[in-house]
Structure formats: C-alpha cells, structure tokens
C-alpha cells in the first residue's frame, strides 16, 4: 500500500546544533505537509509544500520537496529547547475519486540537550 | 481564530462497551476526518466524511466504528465494542476545501 517513511525515527542534538529529517514516499504526492507534535499535545501544521523542488523557510526552519514530489526533508538550523517534539510528515494524495487524505510517516522525536 | 473542539479530552471505558467521541469542526469546513496514535506510534487515518457521507476510510475502520454528523455542528466516532487495541489518542480535523486540515486537541481513550 501507500508509504511515507521518515527517517531517523530519533535524534538527540546538543542545543545549537542542526538537526534534518527525511520523508520518503512510495508513490508520487499532491503535496508535503509537515507537522510538529509537543509531548501530550496534538499535531500541529507547520507548512505545506506543492511545487516540485520547492523550498520554504520559516525561521530557522528550512523545507524542501523534491522534484519527484516523492520525498521531503525538514533542516532545523540551531537547534533551541523549544524546538523539542516529534515533527511528522504527510503525504497529500488525490485518489480516482478525487479523494483526497493524508498519508502520515511515523515522526521523528527531537529532544534537545541544553 | 477558529479551532476544532473534541470532548471528552480523556474518557476510560470497559472493554467492549460503547464509546461516543465528539467533535465540532470549524463552521464553514467541509471535510471531516477522525485520525488515531497509539501512544508513542505513528497518526493513522481512520476516516474521511464529506456531503455527510464516508469519502474514505482505512483498514481500521472496521464493523465496529461508525461516524455521523447528527446535526449541522458536531461530527462523531462511535465504537461500537471498545478492545484494549482501541486504546489511543483520537484525533478529529476537518478542512474547508484545500488539502490543509485542522486538527483538534484529541480525547484520549483508554480500554480497561
């Protein structure tokens, strides 16, 4: 069936740090959003990306879309405490149907060392 | 700004009794999706609801779940025989026409 792996599915990084996870699609995406899940809370949108070989920015937060719209990737320069948390990917697809859903990777947790 | 609202946030049952999770989904969306995580794992789609019918729906959407927008504001997922396995965070969104849904806090479930 249809996958979104995201790797790695940990990474602890000293406080100034870069920190990057990966997305990578069975089949080819719509679009790529990206997620970000504080402990106990619940996922929230960061970005969504469309465009082959799209990148956008927020911050210290770099994304990009490949240019098969198959993969993805989420840099984080300099890394701070507050960026602590599982980041997830979701692949957008449109079915025959013109359905349309979300396939989610399983998150990269984040924790941070101050 | 306007945001999905779930209730209960936290709701214990016996296994196989009956559980309602409530949603309301932002006024004008169109689009409603129930997603679950088990403690600790992925987000897993359950669920699709448009022009209040299921659009889509995942393997784990069996015989046992079902969903209903009883009225113009609430959406639910009721399980019918609640298992240990049922045991996760549940989560509603909902969308107004794009591809970018809003996710509500969630209602933890737990399976006794």
């Known amino acids: 069936g249809q996958q979104v792996m995201q790797i790695p599915q940990y990474q602890h990084v000293q406080e100034g740090e870069d920190f990057t996870t990966y997305c990578n699609s069975s089949t080819t995406l719509s679009n790529i959003q990206w997620y970000k899940q504080r402990p106990g809370g619940h996922p929230v949108f960061l970005i969504q990306l469309v465009k082959s070989g799209e990148v956008k920015k927020q911050k210290r937060l770099t994304f990009q879309f490949g240019e098969a719209k198959k993969n993805s990737s989420l840099h984080i ?11 997830f990917c979701a692949g957008g697809l449109i079915n025959a149907g013109n359905n349309r859903k979300l396939i989610w990777g399983l998150g990269t947790s984040l924790a941070v060392n101050p | ?41 992925k987000v897993e789609f359950l669920v699709s609801f448009y022009n ?42 909902s969308r107004e026409t794009g591809l970018l849904g809003y996710f509500g806090p969630g209602t933890r479930l737990t399976v006794t």
């Open chain 2, 1 to 41: 700004e306007p945001e999905v609202t779930q209730t209960p946030s936290h709701q214990v049952t016996q296994m196989g009794q009956e559980v309602i999770l409530r949603c309301v989904p932002i006024s004008n969306h169109l689009y409603f999706y129930w997603y679950r995580q088990i403690l600790g794992q």
């Open chain 2, 52 to 93: 209040n019918e299921i659009s889509e729906k995942s393997e784990i959407f069996d015989d046992q779940f079902s969903v209903e927008r009883p009225d113009g504001s609430n959406f639910t997922l009721k399980i019918r025989s609640t298992k240990l396995e049922d045991s996760a965070m549940y989560f509603c969104a």
């Open chain 1, 77 to 87: 320069t300099a890394t701070q405490t507050t960026d602590v948390g599982t980041y």
